[in-house]
């Protein structure tokens, strides 16, 4: 990440990074990671979980303090509390609605204006540095 901030700093042109990251948790409420992730895995994949490391990162760093945290925390629970609230309370869509803005008015991506050869630079994952 570092790499590709300092390029778009330099070159100033985006960079696109390919990351991953673990999910340790299952995709839904009918997905149960259990039936294809052994313990091991799962207390592994939960050892690196980026939701609960970040904000140990932040606080070992210096950047904010437990107490910012637990008030940041608090304040988007509030938020997305009042987020679903209003969202429940709301009329549901005009029915066959569903369509509607799926695709724009104005814009073919299948176009020619859209077709151009590709052109990679930078280093790739794949060059094994």
């Given amino acids: 990440m570092a790499d590709a901030a300092e390029y778009c700093r330099r070159e100033q042109l985006p960079a696109l990074v390919h990351a991953t990251t673990i999910r340790p ?17 799962r207390e592994q994949e939960a050892a690196r979980d ?3 490391r970040f904000p140990e990162w932040l606080i070992a760093e210096g950047y904010l303090d437990r107490h910012t945290l637990q008030r ?3 304040e988007v629970d509030e938020e997305v ?3 679903t609230d209003r969202a429940l309370k709301a009329a549901g869509p005009p029915s066959g609605s569903a369509m509607r803005y799926l695709y724009s008015p104005d814009v073919d991506p299948t176009s020619p204006e859209f077709q151009q050869r590709s052109e990679f ?3 790739s994952a794949h060059d094994g540095r």
């Fill in 121 to 123: 630079r930078g280093r």
């Fill in 25 to 41: 948790y299952s995709h839904s409420l009918s997905d149960d990671e259990k039936l294809y992730k052994t313990p091991a895995e």
């Fill in 81 to 83: 509390q009042a987020s």
């Fill in 72 to 74: 940041i925390v608090h």
């Fill in 50 to 52: 980026p939701i609960v």
